[in-house]
């Protein structure tokens, strides 16, 4: 795909439709310039733009995003694995609480854990990822070269304490979800989908009181059914 994208490039790039595109610029929540009186996107911007802005987008747009993949191994369900589900994590400085979680989880193949910790600390360092919900969606950058090869991950991790990961509101977080897909659509997709779910205060609040990994799967089956459909099961 080249740099240079219009708008309908742009509206097929991030699964969205053209008039949610144009919407985004009426409000110059979009970065973009005109080329000879016509709207053109920097693909390269939009992902440093996308990547700061993901948990932060309407509701609606997240809903739209992974609307237009459907594919089975892009539903939270099977990327969820039930030993990375509710993972305790102790307390403690960003940094050290990214290493905890990366430690704890069960990799699908075989990863550099460290190289991980450093991109998902150094995507944190850009602009936390903490929403007011109390929720932190850990990834690495859309534009670093992916660190999984041939899968896509989800893990929840739960903090032994609410923390001050530097969200935007200034309140406190205490579930993580660590997002790691193979390529940067998979990611696009997952990203809007936990970001959408987490919305929900009931899908909060079950992560929250949730005693077994087995319940936060279900949890997240049945909140991602709810809210997305037949499709995303």
């Known amino acids: 795909m080249p740099d240079l994208l219009t708008p309908k490039q742009l509206a097929e790039y991030l699964q969205l439709s053209q008039r949610t595109i144009y919407r985004l610029l009426d409000r110059d929540q979009i970065p973009a310039f005109k080329v000879g009186g016509q709207w053109r996107f920097?693909?390269?911007?939009?992902?440093?733009?996308?990547?700061?802005?993901?948990?932060q987008l309407e509701s609606a747009h997240l809903h739209e995003m992974q609307a237009g993949v459907d594919e089975p191994a892009l539903?939270?369900?099977?990327?969820?694995?039930?030993?990375?589900?509710l993972i305790a994590v102790p307390a403690g400085a960003v940094s050290d609480v990214v290493q905890a979680l990366v430690s704890r989880v069960t990799f699908p193949e075989r990863v550099d854990a460290d190289l991980v910790v450093q991109r998902v600390v150094e995507r944190e360092a850009l602009c936390s990822t903490a929403s007011p919900e109390g929720v932190a969606l850990?990834?690495?950058?859309?534009?670093?070269?992916?660190?999984l090869a041939a899968h896509d991950l989800l893990a929840v991790g739960r903090l032994s304490e609410p923390i001050d990961f530097g969200a935007l509101d200034g309140g406190r977080t205490d579930m993580l979800f660590l997002i790691l897909a193979r390529n940067e659509r998979d990611q696009l997709v997952l990203l809007a989908k936990v970001a959408r779910l987490c919305r929900e205060p009931v899908f909060v609040d079950g992560l929250r009181e949730?005693?077994?990994a087995a319940e936060v799967v279900a949890l997240v089956e049945a909140t991602e059914r709810r809210v997305f459909g037949s499709r995303s099961a």
């Open 210 to 212: 949730a005693s077994a």
């Open 138 to 147: 850990l990834h690495t950058a859309r534009w670093e070269p992916r660190v």
């Open 42 to 55: 920097r693909k390269s911007a939009v992902d440093y733009w996308l990547d700061l802005r993901m948990h």
């Open 75 to 85: 539903s939270l369900g099977a990327v969820l694995r039930e030993e990375n589900a």
